[in-house]
């Protein structure tokens, strides 16, 4: 069975960076898909960020474009999220979450009922 762990959030002023990790213990990352998302309280949790598991596409919510990148490192099994130039509207939990092996569909990539495991979530906090 798969866990992910999330670090890296905290307490950022407006401008300032961020860069979450998230670290699977169980199996490798190699065939699975890899997202960020995030939530406030009240709201849905929104799409953020994904990587493909073939490697070769990244896609991202439009109000992050620019300023997050997200990116996978085999070696340490992690997936990173470096956030820049960041905003109080980001402000928010994040949550890291991996596909069942060779899943989705570039389609479907920031559709949440593709992604079956989660990890905690990480407080991000942007001050204004």
């Known amino acids: 069975q798969v866990q992910l762990l999330e670090s890296g959030g905290g307490l950022v002023q407006a401008g300032g960076s961020l860069r979450l990790s998230c670290t699977a213990s169980?199996?490798?990352?190699?065939?699975?898909?890899m997202a960020w998302f995030r939530q406030v309280p009240g709201k849905e949790r929104e799409f953020v960020a994904a990587?493909?598991?073939?490697?070769?596409?990244?896609y991202y919510v439009d109000s992050v474009k620019g300023r997050f990148s997200i990116s996978r490192d085999s070696a340490k099994n992690t997936v990173n999220l470096q956030m820049n130039n960041l905003k109080p509207e980001d402000t928010a939990v994040y949550y890291c979450?991996?596909?069942?092996?060779?899943?989705?569909?570039?389609?479907?990539?920031?559709?949440?009922?593709?992604?079956?495991?989660w990890g905690q979530g990480t407080q991000v906090t942007v001050s204004s």
């Open positions: 990587l493909h598991w073939t490697g070769g596409l990244t």
């Open positions: 169980g199996r490798s990352f190699s065939s699975h898909s």
């Open positions: 979450a991996t596909t069942p092996a060779l899943r989705p569909s570039k389609a479907t990539l920031s559709d949440y009922d593709e992604y079956g495991t």
